[in-house]
């Protein structure tokens, strides 16, 4: 008889197996004396609640995605380039050869899986496109709007800051909505209101609520928040 266990299986004393016969068991059983030493194999998938491999604690089955790969390719692309090495011997052999790539796309993906709410992305500072989201409400409708919005951007570009404006010609429940859902980590919302106390409203992606910051002071505020990110 040759036998097979997994070595979960194989550290196993007086165990019970069955009997070959419905609705009997035999106990006491052990390798060796009552079945031939077995063959250890690898054969059983682990499930949620397993003791972990070093004794320390238990498996959790969780969900995971692949950014990283790494690819064997052997001598198939040395043969062919003549890429070669002097073994002990002094004879030329063809290298072996690997690859390791990280998915750009899939790290993106990675991210937004781990950082997103019911309105949207909210994508980390390293990975963001942009820093900031400027939305002068009214931008084709006032002078003064305008020319704030205009300033404020090319502060915050000469400060270094990447800035992506939305002058849209669009309600503000929109122009909110849809920069939440790309997921810009910052807002600054210019509107003729914040102007007339010469302020503008500030926001984080992931704030409950926005806050008022003075305009001229704004691009210094906001090099703070990225600076404390």
Not at 9 to 34: P, Y
Not at 58 to 79: A, D, P
């Amino acid at each position: 008889m040759y036998v097979v266990v997994d070595r979960s299986v194989a550290s196993l004393n007086d165990f019970v197996c069955g009997a070959n016969e419905e609705g009997f068991h035999l106990t006491g059983v052990n390798f060796g004396r009552d079945l031939p030493e077995p063959q250890v194999a690898d054969i059983r998938n682990v499930v949620d609640g397993d003791p972990s491999p070093d004794g320390k604690g238990r498996l959790q089955i969780l969900r995971g995605i692949e950014v990283g790969h790494i690819f064997q390719l052997r001598t198939k692309y040395s043969s062919a380039m003549g890429a070669v090495f002097l073994d002990e011997k002094g004879a030329a052999r063809p290298m072996e050869m690997g690859c390791y790539g990280i998915g750009v796309t899939r790290v993106v993906a990675a991210a937004i899986e781990q950082n997103h709410d019911e309105r949207g992305i909210a994508l980390p500072a390293p990975i963001a496109p942009f820093a900031v989201a400027l939305v002068p409400i009214g931008y084709h409708k006032s002078a003064g709007v305008r020319a704030a919005a205009e300033q404020l951007h090319d502060e915050l570009g000469a400060a270094g800051i990447d800035v992506l404006m939305d002058d849209r010609d669009e309600r503000p429940g929109v122009l909110f909505a849809d920069m939440d859902l790309i997921g810009v980590p910052h807002r600054i919302v210019v509107g003729e209101r914040g102007l007339a106390a010469g302020n503008a409203e500030y926001k984080g992606r992931r704030d409950e609520k926005p806050r008022e910051v003075p305009l001229a002071a704004m691009a210094a505020f906001v090099k703070e928040q990225l600076a404390a990110a």
